[in-house]
C-alpha cells in the first residue's frame, strides 16, 4: 500500500482528483510548493497548513547534502525532521544535478558530481538515488533520470532517454528490495490511519518520536499479520527532449516498467513555452487515466492552470517562492514588481480580489517599503501571497472540473437536446 | 489626554502597573521588541500579536531615511503604515545619530549628520526631532538627547547633560504647540475607545483607512466640542553619563520641566554592567513615582528581569531580535548557540520549558540546519522564540510583583505579628 487515485469527475480533458498518501489526501490538480531544503523559504509550516498546501517538494540533491540523508532518516524522514505531517514529494537530484553543468560527469553506471558548496565529490546512482530517497521518506519519490540539455541532436536525445528508461528499471528493482526501509515503515497506523482512518493526522504526529518499528510490533502482536505496511509510491519519468516520437517511445516503455505514478520531466529547459505545451499534450496521450500525471517544474499561473485543463494532476515550480524574495508579485490584475516607486504611498493591498493574510492586512506601501529597505518580512510576506496565490489557481481549477462535471449533469437530466 | 498611568500593586521597589495609550493598555514591567524599520525583522504583525507583544519600539533615524515621515504619516502614523493596532513608542533619533561617530556634528542648535545609506546631509533639533516624531505618530515619543560617549571628562558629560536638558525644554515647547499635528489627532474616537471603550482596537483599525479629521468632524458636530482629543505622550530623558550626581541634577531639572514619563538614557555604551545597574538604581531614587520610568536599550533576559525588581517599568533592546539572528537563542536553561554541531541530530524542543510555537513544534535539529543552510526560516523561527522569552521572563516577573503583594496581604489578614 503506498497511495491511491481516485479520478471524482472530469471536464474535457482535465480530472478533479483525490490522491491518498501516507500522510493524507491529496485533492489534484495541485500545485507543489517547493520546499528545497525542507523549509519553503521564509514561511513557517502552519502558515503552509493554513494556507491549505497539500504536499510540499524536497529536494533530494540537496537535502543529500544539508543536512544529509542520515540525519533525516534517523529524524523520522523529512516529515519529522520539519515537522510536516502532510504529504511531502522528492525529485530523484537528476535536475539538480544537471543543473550543474561543468560539475557532473554522466555514464551508464550513474553520476559523478560536486557540490556547490564545498567542491566535494559525489555520486548517484538509480540505486543510491532510491537509497536517499527512501532515507528522506517523502511519500512519492522518483526514479533517477537524465534530464537532456536543450537543445540537443535527435542521437543524444534518444540515448540519453534510452538511459533513463534502464535507470527506471533499476530505481524500481532497488524500491521494490528496500521500501521497507522508509523510517516511518513500521508506523504502520500513520498509513493505514491516513488511508482510511479519520485520525491519521494526529496518530502519525503521535508516532514521530516512537520507536521506528515499534507500531508495526504492536500491530503484528495484535495478530494482524498480513496488514498492508505504508510503502512510499516511486513514479517514472518521461524524457525524450522536445520529440513528440521520442516522448511516446519513452513514455510506452516507461508505463511497461509499471509505476503507481507518471511524470513529465525533461522541460522548462530553455524551450520556447508553446513546445513545453505542446510536449506536455501529446505526452499525455501515451499516459494511463487511471495514474496520476505529473509534470515537473512548470510554470507561471496561466500555465499551470492550462496544464490542469489539459488533463495534469500534479505541478510544482520554484517560481512563485523565487520571484516573491525578488518582490515580483502574481495577483488577479497581473505581476506587481513591489520595489518599484509608484507604490511608495499606495494604501490598497496588493490585490483586492485575494483574501490571503497579507492581502488581507498591509498595504502595497508597506510591502514597497519592506522590499526597498530589504527586511526579512518583506521576503517572508511576498512567499506568503504568491504561494497562497497559486493554490487559489488551483483551487478554482478544480471547482471549474467539479462545476463542468456538474454542468454536464444537469444538462443531462433537463432531457436529449434536440 | 495622552496616556494613563496606574499602579495596582507593588513588591519591594517593583511595581504592577497599567499604562493605557491611544491604542491599547498595556502591563507594566514591559518589554518592548524593536521593530526598527516598522518591522520587527522576520515576524508578522499577527504573530507578535499572538505573542502578547503590548508595545513596539520603532526608530525614529530610520524610518526618517526610509520610507520617510512624510510617507508614513500620509498612511496615518506607524500604525497604518505597518497595520499595527496596539501601542508604539518611537526614540529621539538621539541615539542612532550618536552611534554615526565620525558622521555627526553637534551644536545647541542641533546635530547634523550624514546618512549611512547614501552620506547625504541631514540635520535633528528638538524641533525636527519632535515634528518627525508627530509624523511618524507612535503613542509615546521621546525628548531629543545627546547621548554622551563613554568613557568621558566630568566636564564634557555636565554639558552634554544640560544641553539635553535645553533640548528637553525646547522639546516639549514644540510638541505641546504641535501635538494635535499627530496623523490620528482626528480620530477622536480611537482614542477615547482605547481610553475607556471595549472596541477600541476594531475601531482604530477601521479608522484607519477614513480622511484624516472626519471622525473628530463628526465628534464636534455631535455636539461634544469640549471632548478630549488623543495626542502622543512626550518623554524627557534623562542623562549624566556614569556620575551619580549629575543623573540626580538630571533628573531633577528634567522633572522640573515636567513629562508624562521618564526615560534613563546614555546607557548600554560600553560601561560595566555593574555600573549600568547602579547609575539605574541611583536614578531612579530621582524619579516621581507615579510616573512610568524606562530604561533604554538593555539588557538580558537576566538584566531586564532585575531592573523590573528595582522599579523600571518599560525597556527595549536589539538583543533577542539580533541575537536570534545569528543564531543566539536565549532559553530557560541558558544562552543555546544553535550553530554548534552539537544539536545536528537533538531531536529535543529549544527550551522543554517554553510553550512558545516555535519551542511547540521544531526540534533543535531543525533549527540547527535552517541555521546551517542560511535558510531564512531560521531567522524567523529564532526571533518568535527569543522575543516569546523576553516577553515570558516579564510575564513572570509581573506575576511575581502580584504574588510579593497578595503574600503580604495575606499575610497582613493572619493577624498582627509579634
Not at 59 to 78: C, D, F, S
Not at 80 to 100: H, N, P, Y
Not at 230 to 251: H, K, W
Request: glycine fraction near 10%; aromatic fraction near 6%; include cysteine.
Amino acid at each position: 500500500m503506498s497511495i491511491q487515485f481516485k479520478i471524482d469527475s472530469t471536464a474535457g480533458s482535465a480530472r478533479l482528483g483525490k490522491l491518498t498518501t501516507p500522510h493524507g489526501e491529496i485533492e489534484t490538480p495541485v500545485f507543489m510548493p517547493v520546499g528545497t531544503l525542507a523549509s519553503v523559504k521564509g514561511v513557517p509550516q502552519d502558515v503552509l497548513e493554513e494556507l491549505g498546501v497539500q504536499i510540499l517538494l524536497g529536494n533530494t540533491y540537496h537535502l543529500y547534502l544539508r543536512p544529509g540523508v542520515e540525519t533525516v532518516r534517523k529524524m523520522g524522514g523529512l516529515h519529522g525532521f520539519m515537522s510536516w505531517d502532510r504529504a511531502i514529494l522528492t525529485d530523484s537530484g537528476g535536475f539538480q544535478v544537471f543543473s550543474l553543468n561543468e560539475l557532473r560527469k554522466v555514464s551508464e553506471e550513474g553520476v559523478t558530481f560536486r557540490s556547490h558548496l564545498d567542491g566535494s565529490s559525489h555520486f548517484f546512482s538509480p540505486e543510491s538515488a532510491m537509497a536517499a530517497q527512501i532515507g528522506l521518506g517523502a511519500d512519492i519519490i522518483m526514479a533517477l533520470d537524465e534530464c537532456t540539455e536543450y537543445p540537443a541532436e535527435r542521437s543524444r536525445v534518444r540515448d540519453s532517454m534510452e538511459m533513463t528508461l534502464r535507470w527506471a528499471a533499476r530505481s524500481k528493482k532497488y524500491f521494490e528490495e528496500h521500501k521497507r526501509e522508509v523510517p516511518w515503515s513500521g508506523h504502520a497506523h500513520v498509513g493505514t490511519a491516513a488511508l482510511g482512518c479519520p485520525d491519521a493526522r494526529s496518530a502519525s504526529v503521535s508516532s514521530a518520536s516512537e520507536g521506528a518499528g515499534s507500531a508495526a510490533a504492536e500491530l503484528r502482536s495484535a495478530g494482524q499479520p498480513g496488514a498492508a505496511v505504508p510503502t512510499q509510491a516511486l513514479f517514472g519519468i518521461v524524457q525524450g527532449g522536445m520529440d513528440r516520437e521520442l516522448r511516446r517511445e519513452s513514455a510506452l516503455h516507461t508505463v511497461e516498467i509499471g509505476f503507481p505514478g507518471y511524470a513529465i520531466g525533461g522541460l522548462s529547459v530553455g524551450e520556447p513555452r508553446e513546445r513545453t505545451r505542446e510536449i506536455i499534450e501529446s505526452t499525455l496521450e501515451h499516459l494511463p487515466a487511471d495514474k496520476p500525471r505529473y509534470v515537473m517544474g512548470v510554470g507561471t499561473p496561466e500555465e499551470i492552470a492550462e496544464y490542469a485543463r489539459m488533463g495534469v494532476d500534479m505541478m510544482d515550480c520554484v517560481l512563485p517562492t523565487r520571484a516573491a524574495r525578488h518582490g515580483l508579485l502574481f495577483t488577479s490584475e497581473g505581476k506587481v514588481s513591489i520595489k518599484q516607486a509608484r507604490y511608495a504611498q499606495d494604501e490598497g493591498p496588493l490585490d483586492p480580489n485575494c483574501r490571503c493574510r497579507v492581502c488581507s492586512r498591509y498595504s502595497r506601501a508597506y510591502l514597497r517599503h519592506l522590499y526597498a529597505s530589504n527586511e526579512l518580512l518583506g521576503q517572508v510576506l511576498n512567499t506568503v501571497h504568491n504561494v497562497s496565490y497559486y493554490l487559489d489557481t488551483m483551487r478554482a481549477v478544480r471547482h471549474a472540473i467539479q462545476l463542468g462535471e456538474r454542468a454536464r449533469f444537469l444538462s443531462e437530466r433537463s432531457g436529449p437536446k434536440p
